[in-house]
Structure formats: structure tokens, C-alpha cells
């Protein structure tokens, strides 16, 4: 069976949600913002971060990728199995991540988001894990920073299970 320990409670995550609400609020007053959710971890957050947000005009839409090849990961093995539909070209967008990991995935999607000439890119993750980072990539906002460790819960799966536990835990197999 595998151990879990709980990280950041439900309550601990409405706040940090509401902080970098607030944040990403003023930043992006006067602006319309286009939030584009990472498919499947960031659904979650996504839909508790946008009711947060205090702006006039904002759209959202959703990315999915995937990485192939398990023991070396690099941005060339991943895959993006499902792409944007809103036209960002000039708009001001922000990447709504669950974990940024090795950053891998992220430098990946950026690049590609990139292509479509949006004003701004900018990055919003739920857990910033720094240890395995390998991609420079600016994590803008982020509403807890980890280390290490292999966490679920609040979007976060192992195998596709506990993606809906209310709050973060640390899993041990
Ligand atoms: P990266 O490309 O290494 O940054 O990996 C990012 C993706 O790997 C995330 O969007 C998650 O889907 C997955 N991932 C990385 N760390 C964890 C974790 O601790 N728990 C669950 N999924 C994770």
C-alpha cells in the first residue's frame, strides 16, 4: 500500500489560490487574459483559479501533451495530443500548470504557444518542484514551491488515480 502525507490542506490551497489570484488580478488589470490549462493535472486549479480572478475579459481554453519514451525525457519526446482553439495571436496569455517538474513540458508548450505570436507568455503553476528542473523556464506565479517527491491529489494523479483527493499529499509506493 502506498504511504500518504498530506502536504498542503484544502484550506492552505483556497489561500494560496486567492493570493495569486489577487496577484495575477493587478498584474493583468485593464487586459484581456487568455488562461490556457494544462490537460489533465491542471483542471482543478484552473477552475478554482479563474473564479478568483477579478478581470473584465477572460478566456480559456486548454493544452494537452504527452511525454513518450519513459527513461530518457527530453522537450523532443513530447507530444501535444491536444491543441488550443482560441486565436491568442496578440493577446496576453498565461500557462495554468499543476507541477512543474524538469520544465521539460513546459518549454515544449511554450515554444509552441509562442508560434501563434501572443503579446505575452507567462506561467502559473500550482507546485513549483525545483530539484529535476532542466528547462529555463520563468515560473511567474506559482502558489507552493517543493523541492522533491511524487505528489497527487488536487488534479495530481499516479496512474490516473487520486486526481480528485481534495488536497496535496506526498506519496511514498
Ligand atoms: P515536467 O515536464 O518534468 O516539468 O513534468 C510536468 C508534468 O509531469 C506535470 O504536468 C505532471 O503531469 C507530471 N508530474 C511531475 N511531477 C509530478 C508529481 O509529483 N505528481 C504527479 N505528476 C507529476
Not at 19 to 27: E, F
Request: proline fraction near 2%; include cysteine.
Amino acid at each position: 500500500m502506498p504511504e500518504f502525507t498530506s502536504v498542503i490542506n484544502k484550506d492552505e490551497i483556497q489561500r494560496q489560490v486567492s493570493r495569486v489570484a489577487a496577484t495575477i488580478s493587478k498584474d493583468y488589470q485593464g487586459r484581456e487574459l487568455v488562461l490556457i490549462g494544462v490537460l489533465k493535472g491542471a483542471f482543478l486549479f484552473l477552475a478554482d483559479l479563474a473564479r478568483q480572478l477579478k478581470l473584465e475579459k477572460v478566456k480559456i481554453d486548454f493544452l494537452q501533451a504527452s511525454s513518450y519514451g519513459a527513461d530518457i525525457v527530453s522537450s523532443e519526446t513530447i507530444v501535444l495530443k491536444k491543441d488550443i482553439d482560441i486565436d491568442i495571436h496578440g493577446k496576453d496569455v498565461l500557462v495554468v500548470e499543476d507541477i512543474v517538474d524538469t520544465g521539460l513540458t513546459l518549454a515544449h508548450l511554450i515554444n509552441h504557444l509562442a508560434g501563434f505570436g501572443p503579446k505575452s507568455i507567462k506561467v502559473c503553476t500550482m507546485i513549483d518542484k525545483s530539484e529535476r528542473r532542466q528547462a529555463a523556464i520563468d515560473v511567474d506565479y506559482a502558489c507552493l514551491t517543493v523541492e522533491k517527491g511524487f505528489l497527487v491529489g488536487y488534479g495530481l494523479d499516479y496512474a490516473e488515480n487520486y486526481r480528485n483527493l481534495p488536497e496535496i499529499y506526498h506519496m511514498k509506493l
